[in-house]
């Protein structure tokens, strides 16, 4: 066929060659090519050219309004799960080789195969004073450092050290809410989140977990009835729009 009746492919590996580039590994990235492009009859491998190595097929021009989309769609996560798989086989092989690749569409499309990400840079670990509070739930460990564990909103509610000798009083509280405080661990990553990997705790104290209308009564029974009233107009009035 004229080279005119192709459309032309390019899969790209960095930092390979066609000189380092071993046969067995190159036939297993023409299977996952051959499997994210589909169309097989109308797909042909043409050469591998200099430089990095570069996997040039050519593919029918019948063919490319289906090949085309089907490769921009796998790299946004569409498509059917073969295409999806050949996709991520692909990536998976640059990540095991620790290199990444691109793939060149005609038209000039470049569409990235990142391979192994790079790992995120952190800061840390940096040592703090911290405190921690939540519902007891957790209580293990049989040598001198026990595990706490406790309800909170963080993720760090199971990695929480304490002696043994401060644990046992802290079992007294077993289902009720404790703050702890301690030397806490933390990182930050590249996002600048911070985050707390865990909390070496020094000291407790047992938080007062009644009901908040109970909480109430008390302190309307510590205050005069005159500045009780009072109390309550400012808040009835901060609630008027």
């Not at 692909?90 to 005609?106: H, Q």
């Given at each position: 066929m004229p080279i005119d009746d192709f459309a032309e492919y390019e899969f790209v590996i960095h930092g390979s060659s066609p000189e380092t580039l071993p046969m067995t590994r190159l036939a297993d990235y023409l299977a996952d090519l051959a499997s994210l492009f589909g169309s097989?009859?109308?797909?042909?491998?043409?050469?591998?050219?200099?430089?990095?190595?570069?996997?040039?097929?050519?593919?029918?021009?019948?063919a490319k309004p289906s090949v085309s989309p089907r490769i921009r769609g796998a790299a946004v996560g569409e498509g059917s799960p073969a295409v999806l798989n050949a996709f991520r086989?692909?990536?998976?092989?640059?990540?095991?080789?620790?290199?990444?690749?691109?793939?060149?569409?005609?038209?000039g499309q470049v569409i990235p195969f990142p391979g192994s990400p790079l790992p995120e840079p952190t800061i840390g670990p940096i040592r703090q004073r911290t405190t921690l509070q939540g519902r007891l739930v957790r209580i293990e460990g049989a040598g001198e450092v026990i595990w706490l564990g406790i309800e909170d909103d963080t993720n760090v509610g199971g990695r929480i050290s304490m002696s043994a000798a401060c644990a046992q009083e802290v079992g007294r509280n077993f289902h009720r809410y404790v703050r702890f405080v301690g030397e806490g661990t933390w990182r930050r990553d590249s996002a600048g989140r911070w985050s707390l990997d865990r909390l070496d705790a020094e000291s407790f104290e047992p938080l007062d977990d009644d009901p908040l209308a109970g909480v109430l009564g008390r302190i309307r029974e510590l205050l005069p009835d005159d500045a009780a009233a009072e109390t309550a107009r400012i808040i009835s009035d901060w609630k008027t729009p």
């Open positions: 097989k009859d109308a797909v042909h491998f043409d050469r591998v050219s200099e430089g990095s190595a570069c996997l040039k097929a050519r593919v029918e021009q019948q086989k692909l990536n998976d092989k640059l990540a095991e080789d620790g290199t990444t690749g691109e793939m060149r569409l005609p038209g």
